[in-house]
C-alpha cells in the first residue's frame, strides 16, 4: 500500500496508544521525542493494517509482514528492531492491562543488526582539535575547557553538559558524574584538562554569567546553562578550524576517542567500562573491535606479505 494512501488512525487505536503512552510517561518519564517516536512507530503499523482496533487485534504474522514491508521499503535494521521494541513495550502494557490475552511479539526474533564499530580520531587529529579555539577568548577559553575534558575523561554529552560546578573537585582532580539510570562514578581529569578547567573558571565563566547564576559548570553567553546542540556546533565549528571534514566527527566521537586511545596504550577493559560508565561489559567490548581494526591495517600496511 503506498504512503499516500495510508488511512487515518482509528479513533480506537489512538485511545489505546495514548493510554500506553501516558502509563510509560508514568512510569519512566517518557521523554517527548521518544513518545513522538513511539506514537508514530506503532501508528504505522495500526495505519499500514487500514482496520479499526488494528493494534489490539494485531497477531504475530501480521507484525512479521509489517517488518518484511518496511525492510522492502528501504527501511534499515536497526530501524525495524526499534520499531519491533516499541510494540514489545506496548504488547506487554497490554497484556499487563488484561486487554490481551498474550503478547503477539513474544516469539518474534529481533532483525539481524551490523555491528558498527566506533569512529575515533586519530590522536593527531585529537590534539588539532583541542588546540583550535581561541583561549583569549571566554567562548574560546570554555570551548577548550569542554573539550579536553570530555576527551580527557569520556563523558557522554549528556553528562559534559549537566555537570554541575559543584561535582568538580579541583583538589582532587576528578569529577562526580551522574550517567545513565542514575548511577554515580567518579572519573579523573588529568593535569591538561585540569589545568584549563581551573582557567575557565578563573577567567572565562564569571564573564559569560554576566551577573546571572546556575550551578551548571558550562555557560553560554548571558549565563544559560550549555545544552547538547550548542556543543554539537562548538564542535563542528571547532572542527573546521582544525582542518577536520565536519562531517567526520560529532561530540559522541570524542567519547569513542577516548576510549579507542586508552585501550590502544594499554588500558585494562574492567577499567575502561567503570570509567565509561557502561553497566554492562559486553557494551565496553566493541572498543576491542577498534583496536583489532587498527593492527590488522598496520599489519596490511607494513607486512610484506599483508
Not at 489512538?14 to 521523554?31: C, F, H, K, N, Q
Not at 577536520?244 to 585494562?268: K, M, V, W, Y
Amino acid at each position: 500500500m503506498a504512503a499516500c494512501a495510508l488511512p487515518k488512525l482509528s479513533a480506537a487505536d489512538v485511545m489505546v496508544i495514548e493510554r500506553y503512552l501516558d502509563a510509560a510517561w508514568a512510569e519512566t518519564g517518557l521523554s517527548t521525542a521518544s513518545r513522538a517516536s513511539y506514537h508514530r512507530d506503532l501508528g504505522g503499523f495500526a495505519r499500514w493494517r487500514g482496520q479499526d482496533d488494528a493494534l489490539l487485534r494485531a497477531t504475530a504474522p501480521q507484525i512479521s509482514d509489517y517488518l518484511a514491508h518496511r525492510s522492502r521499503s528501504g527501511y534499515s535494521p536497526r530501524s525495524n528492531a526499534r520499531l519491533l521494541s516499541a510494540m514489545r513495550g506496548f504488547f506487554s502494557w497490554c497484556v499487563r492491562q488484561r486487554l490481551r490475552d498474550a503478547d503477539p511479539t513474544a516469539l518474534l526474533g529481533s532483525p539481524a543488526l551490523p555491528r558498527l564499530l566506533p569512529k575515533a580520531l586519530t590522536e593527531t587529529q585529537v590534539t588539532a582539535l583541542l588546540t583550535a579555539p581561541d583561549v583569549q577568548t571566554p567562548v574560546g577559553l570554555r570551548d577548550r575547557a569542554m573539550l579536553e575534558l570530555m576527551y580527557a575523561t569520556g563523558l557522554r554529552v549528556s553528562e559534559l553538559v549537566g555537570l554541575p560546578a559543584q561535582a568538580v573537585n579541583l583538589r582532587q582532580g576528578a569529577v562526580r558524574v551522574t550517567g545513565k539510570g542514575g548511577r554515580e562514578r567518579l572519573v579523573p581529569m588529568g593535569q591538561e584538562a585540569q589545568h584549563w578547567l581551573e582557567r575557565y573558571l578563573a577567567s572565562a565563566r564569571g564573564s559569560l554569567l554576566g551577573g546571572t547564576h546556575t550551578p551548571m559548570l558550562f555557560v553560554s553567553t548571558g549565563g544559560v546553562p550549555m545544552t547538547r546542540q550548542q556543543f554539537w556546533v562548538t564542535v563542528k565549528r571547532v572542527a573546521i578550524v582544525a582542518g577536520i571534514e565536519p562531517a567526520r566527527i560529532s561530540p559522541h566521537g570524542l567519547r569513542h576517542s577516548f576510549a579507542t586511545h586508552l585501550l590502544n596504550h594499554g588500558a585494562d577493559l574492567r577499567a575502561l567500562q567503570m570509567l565509561l560508565g557502561h553497566s554492562s561489559l559486553s557494551t565496553t567490548q566493541i572498543y576491542t573491535l577498534v583496536a583489532r581494526e587498527k593492527l590488522k591495517h598496520l599489519h596490511r600496511l607494513h607486512h610484506p606479505r599483508g
